[in-house]
Structures are given as C-alpha cells and as structure tokens.
C-alpha cells in the first residue's frame, strides 16, 4: 500500500464518520475492539445492499444455465443453536486460528498475519556484522540469513512494506541493529549498514520457523527476540450459557457462519416448501467470530453480517452449477456498482480449500481491491462447491441419517444432494461499496463525491426549495410526501443551494430537485445530476417516473 492508498483510506474512515455512515461500537467508553455501528447512512446503505441481494436471489433470481427460473426460498434460523451443530459441522474442534503471544506484553497475533524481513545476505566484512554466532544471548540483535531482523504484524505484503515505511527506522534502532532503512517496497528493501548496502525483504514468517524456533524471532511489539511463544490453536467461535446454570452442559457457540442454520433446517424445507433439486435456500444474518487481529476498518470484524445461499444439487450437475454460480455472482456485483479492475475472480488453489471442499468442483473468491489490500485484493464472497458434507454429517451427528436424504421422484432415487455455497459478507461489500464510490473532486465545493450506483445510494434524491418563502417550501414538502412513500428522500429547506449540493454530493444522493421562481409559472422543477453535474427542468408531475426509471422501486 502506498502512501497516497494509505491516506485514501484515512479519507474513506473520516467520511464515513463525519457523515453517519459508519462510528466505532461503543465509542463513549473508548470503543471496543472489532465491533461497529452503522449510522443513519451507513444503515441505509447496508439495507440497499441486502435488499437489493434478497431480491435478486430470493424474490426474483436470474433464469439459470438451462434457461429456467431457481427454485429459491429464504430463511431465518436463529444465531444461537443446539451445539451439536457446531460439533458436526466440525467448527467446535476445526475452526481454529494459529495464535502466537508475546509474553512481555501479553499482545497476541495470528501467526499467518507475521511478516519479517529477512537480510538476503551478510555484510562483506564478517568483522563488521552484529554477533550471529550460535548461543547469541536469546536479546541480542541477530543478523543472519535464516530468521527475520525485524517482524510485523500485517494481513498483505502491501501492508507490511507500508508499516515498514512508517515505523523501520524506529524498530530498527529499539532492536539495537546498528543500520538504516534505505530503500522500501512489498518486492525489495535495502538497508544501509555502516556505508554498506544489504538487500533485504519482506516474507510471511513460515509457520515451521516459528514452531521451532520461537524465540529467535523478534517480537512484532519489542523488535527483540526471545519473548513469543509457539503458535497455538484458538478456536474462532464466541461461547456464552443458555438458562439459568452457568457450566459446561449449558454452553453455547454464537453462530460463525449462518450457513449451519440452513443445513439444520434442510428437512424442514423440503417437507413443507415443495421445492425440488435444483433449489436453494438463502439467509442474511449476524454472524460472530473472536478474530485475534480485528483489523482494517470493518474488513475483518468480530461482529459481522453474511448473505448465505446453499444450493442443493444432484451430485452430477456440481461443475456446472459451480460455474454457473460463481459467474452470476460476479456480475451481481457488478450489476450494484463495483464495475472498475477493483473487483477479481480467484479461484483457491488445491491447498487452500476448506475442508469441506476437498473433493469438490473447486472454490473461487470475489475480491476486491481495498486501498488497505492494495496492490492486492481482500475476499468479499466465496463460492464454494461444498459436496455433500454438511448435510452427511448432520444426518450422522443427528442420528437422522437415511432420512436426511433428498427423494428424486423423477429419477426414483434417493442421495445426499451436493451444494454449491456463495457466501458473501454483508458489511465488506458496503465497505467495497464505499471504497469504490469516493471520488476526490477539488472543482466541487465539498470537495468530494460519493458515486454511488443509483440504487445503493442512501439518498435517492434531495428536494430543496431554492428559497425559503414564495409557497416554495410547500411545494417542496408536496413533492417530498409524495416521494418518501417509495424512496428514502430527504427535503432540506435552509442554506444556500451550494452548501445544499454538496451535502449531497458527500453522502452519494444522485439526483437534487430544485423548486425555483419557475416552477411557480410552468410546474418545473431543475434536476441537478450528481456525476456529471448537468442541471436540466422536468415537469413536477414527472419526477416520480423520472425516479422510477433511474432508480427502480429499492
Ligand atoms: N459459510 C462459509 C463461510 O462462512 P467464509 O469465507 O468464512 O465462509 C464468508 O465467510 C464471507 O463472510 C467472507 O467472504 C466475508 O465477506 C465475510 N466474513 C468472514 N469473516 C469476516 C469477518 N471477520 N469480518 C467481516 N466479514 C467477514
């Protein structure tokens, strides 16, 4: 990330804060870390997004590969639920982050977030390096090939660089390494050494490395080695106790994911839905997960809100509705506004595939380049063919079995249906969203406009009376208690007009309807275009269709 990214976000987070979009949870009391509010525009926001993703998966889905309508319906399953869920779904023993504490200052880290930077060669003179030899006191600088001279905690090499830039020749001199930062990207970093210079860079620490050998490796915190511990697994999932009793027997998870609500409620639904295979079943809900590192503004909560569809499947259509899915979702977001080289498919490699996903058509991500991920990208939704696991563990942990099986009247048979999953994250795409409508414009008063797609933007549109007098402001309330019952509008009387625009240009709303002296001789009012600034009359009368057509009825 460069400085111009890093200050790009800066901007982003103080619109957002200044503007009601989003505050930090509890932040009277200083905040707590992970959690976030959603003000009046950031609520806004978040509810076009969902809506906009039931609509188009639950009420109205897309014609699938073969031309015909899905079979979708939607659920709502409870946050928290029988723990045996979590034990079949493999959640209460898999679910797990590597975590590595620093016992000097009781900081804790996820070992997969510790990057380091390694001396790519010793200095010409053995006489004139720091004492690398074997039995170096354990707080001693170390300056050898093998183990990193300084570590950081960051979730991208982008960010690791940036976090070098700021702060490597503070660690460097409270490591006691006797060198300066000369030079400092993601690919390359050289360091100045008494006149000389030492190619260095910057690397994800392996995990074997900080197995074996722990405290070789410099602290993320203290720059000096000796005080972390080996990685340890900590599992993910929030606990707390239903009823009265406070012991083992009463403990129960708060849902990481809201997909396990749907695979529990599968009998259910086919029982009384009448669907048939192909059909899916589709949730939006909070889920929790006590991430060691919250970080990155909303990216990566501890609270946080999913859109889940499970799509049941014969097991021999699995590619081709994998593939079918993972391309509509694409376009979806395309379809709300993400249109730029921001927005990328990835399909996961072998060894990163979920558990679940092991034996299946594959997994791809939708990403999206963030300013703090940039020059690389942070995942928004996975698509995932998920096999029949879920539902064959259920049928085991539940002691259903057979039952859990799908009949196929048509087929006469009866079998685990497969499921392909995308799963997207509710507060990352109004964080993409965000990140893609803020545009600075000096030539603009406020100097900055959010262009967001009509249909994500909060505000649809800005009724002012030019003046406040003349019946202006009452025709404007007309036209505004005509407009509210579709549209969430907002009818703003005082100021001048210019302070008015660009209140509006701040907060994204793509159309203004200005009252004026001519409306009150021809029924006219201006519309002002938010992007490219064209003001032009329509008649009073036509504004709702005018609306309509640009912005649809959500
Ligand atoms: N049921 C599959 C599942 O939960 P996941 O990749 O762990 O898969 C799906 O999560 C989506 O949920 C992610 O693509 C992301 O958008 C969102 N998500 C996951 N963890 C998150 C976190 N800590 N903060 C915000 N969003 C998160």
Redesign the pocket.
């Known amino acids: 990330m460069t400085q111009e990214t890093g200050s790009r976000m800066d901007k982003i987070v103080a619109l957002c804060r200044r503007r009601a979009f989003i505050f930090q949870s509890s932040e009277i009391y200083g905040g707590i870390n992970g959690f976030w509010d959603y003000g009046p525009l950031g609520a806004e926001l978040k509810r076009n997004l969902k809506n906009a993703w039931w609509k188009d998966i639950v009420q109205c889905p897309a014609a699938g590969p073969d031309g015909s309508w899905l079979d979708m319906v939607g659920l709502d399953s409870t946050i928290i639920m029988n723990r045996r869920v979590w034990e079949a779904s493999g959640h209460a023993t898999g679910f797990n982050d590597p975590m590595v504490d620093d016992r000097q200052t009781k900081q804790r880290f996820r070992a997969d977030h510790l990057f380091g930077l390694y001396v790519d060669a010793l200095p010409a003179d053995p006489n004139a390096s720091p004492d690398t030899s074997p039995g170096t006191p354990a707080n001693a600088p170390a300056l050898n090939t093998a183990f990193p001279i300084l570590t950081m905690v960051a979730s991208s090499a982008g960010e690791a660089a940036e976090l070098l830039e700021a702060s490597g020749r503070k660690w460097l001199k409270e490591a006691g390494l006797p060198m300066k930062l000369a030079t400092c990207t993601p690919e390359a970093v050289t360091l100045d050494y008494r006149g000389t210079p030492l190619a260095a860079k910057l690397a994800p620490v392996p995990a074997a490395q900080l197995k074996s050998a722990p405290g070789s490796i410099p602290s993320p915190f203290t720059h000096r080695a000796g005080t972390l511990t080996e990685p340890r697994q900590f599992n993910l999932m929030f606990k707390t106790y239903v009823g009265a009793v406070q012991d083992e027997e009463s403990m129960a998870y708060l849902r ?4 396990q609500g749907i695979f529990a409620n599968f009998r259910n639904i086919i029982d009384t839905s009448r669907v048939k295979v192909p059909f899916g079943i589709a949730q939006i809900g909070k ?1 929790f ?1 006590n ?1 060691v590192t ?1 970080r990155n503004f ?5 609270e ?1 809100e ?1 859109m ?1 569809i499970e799509f049941f499947i014969h097991p021999d259509t699995a590619a081709e509705w994998y593939a079918w899915w993972r391309d509509s979702r694409f376009a979806w977001w395309q379809s709300i506004g993400l249109t730029s080289s921001n927005l990328q498919m990835r399909a996961h490699d072998r060894d990163e595939l979920a558990h679940y996903a092991k034996d299946g058509a594959g997994t791809s ?1 939708i990403e999206y380049r963030f300013p703090f991920t940039d020059p690389g990208f942070g ?4 698509v ?1 063919h998920r096999t029949d696991f879920d539902l064959r563990q259920h049928a085991e942990f539940s002691g259903l079995g057979e039952k859990l099986k799908y009949f196929d009247q048509l087929q006469n048979q009866r079998y685990f249906p497969h499921v392909i ?1 995308p ?3 509710a ?3 109004t964080l993409a969203l965000l990140c893609e409508a803020y545009h600075d414009d000096p030539n603009r008063p406020s100097g900055v406009v959010m262009k967001f797609h009509p249909r994500m933007a909060p505000i649809k549109a800005a009724i002012f009376p030019l003046v406040d007098k003349d019946s202006m402001p009452e025709i404007a309330t007309k036209l505004f208690t005509d407009l509210r019952r579709t549209w969430n509008v907002q009818l703003d009387i005082k100021q001048n007009i210019g302070k008015r625009y660009a209140r509006m240009d701040e907060v994204g709303t793509p159309y203004c309807f200005t009252i004026d002296t001519q409306t009150l001789a021809d029924q006219t009012v201006t519309v002002r275009h938010r992007d490219t600034l064209a003001q032009d009359r329509i008649g009073i009368s036509q504004v709702r269709s005018f609306l309509s057509d640009k912005i649809g009825e959500i």
């Open positions: 990481p994911e809201t997909a889920a997960r991430e919250p909303t990216f990566r909560s501890r946080f999913q889940e991500d995942e928004l939704e996975g995932a999953e799963s997207a994250g507060d990352r795409g």
